[in-house]
């Protein structure tokens, strides 16, 4: 995942929503981009109840933003290498982009929530998973596999072509969790940001899923047993 959102949160203060522009209020969609631009249905989809106890739910901008900042020290305990990089902090357009365009999930533990995922759209044909946290206590619950998984089946549904995501080069067991659901690495980039990224992308079409590997992958591909090759 891209792990460096968390400081485009930092230091929150929901009376902070006046800052956004008035014109951009009046002129937010009634519904987020992902509903109005990718059709993704969301209601048909969540809450997901992982167990009993364990909850996925949709929720807003700040509701998130409320967890981020009360959690913010341990966060940052956990994202120690932001700090090479260059933070442009808060900033109104910032709330504007999530208000507008972001979707947002909660992970909850007996109706507490201890994680937050959040996603926007990339493009016309692609869904990007932006940002997820989970506090250290309430990781390896499921969680993170289920909100992966059903977002897949989202734009599966919603005939999204691709999810896409970006997670640091070196972070090994990221690569492994995502080449297991099929994840194919697709690019690089290097920012004053986020430093090196390596972009993910779920292909939710199986003819475009095949056309990239025909052009790109040689020998034995990762959406194959050995023997299929």
């Not at 900033?91 to 995922?117: C, I, N, R, W």
């Not at 992966?148 to 549904?157: A, G, M, N, P, V």
């Not at 297991?180 to 290097?190: A, D, R």
Request: with cysteine.
């Amino acid at each position: 995942m891209e792990e460096h959102l968390s400081q485009s949160w930092s230091h929150y203060d929901p009376s902070g929503l006046h800052l956004l522009d008035p014109i951009l209020r009046s002129h937010a969609p009634s519904l987020p981009a992902s509903e109005s631009v990718l059709k993704i249905r969301w209601k048909d989809h969540f809450p997901v109840q992982i167990n009993s106890e364990l909850s996925i739910q949709k929720t807003n901008y700040e509701q998130v933003a409320q967890f981020l900042n009360k959690n913010w020290k341990i966060i940052k305990s956990h994202e120690a290498h932001d700090s090479r990089f260059l933070n442009a902090g808060i900033h109104p357009a910032k709330e504007s982009y999530y208000k507008m365009l972001g979707d947002f999930f909660e992970f909850k533990l007996k109706g507490e929530t201890v994680g937050v995922f959040v996603g926007t759209v990339s493009d016309w044909s692609s869904y990007y998973m932006r940002y997820a946290f989970i506090l250290p206590q309430f990781q390896n619950l499921g969680f993170f596999k289920a909100m992966i998984l059903q977002i897949i089946r989202s734009c599966e549904d919603a005939k999204v072509e691709r999810v896409e995501v970006d997670i640091s080069p070196s972070n090994s067991k990221s690569l492994t969790f995502y080449g297991k659901l099929q994840f194919s690495p697709v690019s690089t980039s290097i920012s004053e940001r986020w430093g090196a990224s390596l972009r993910l992308v779920k292909f939710t079409m199986k003819k475009n899923e095949e056309h990239f590997q025909q052009l790109f992958c040689h020998g034995v591909r990762h959406q194959q047993h050995p023997s299929e090759c």
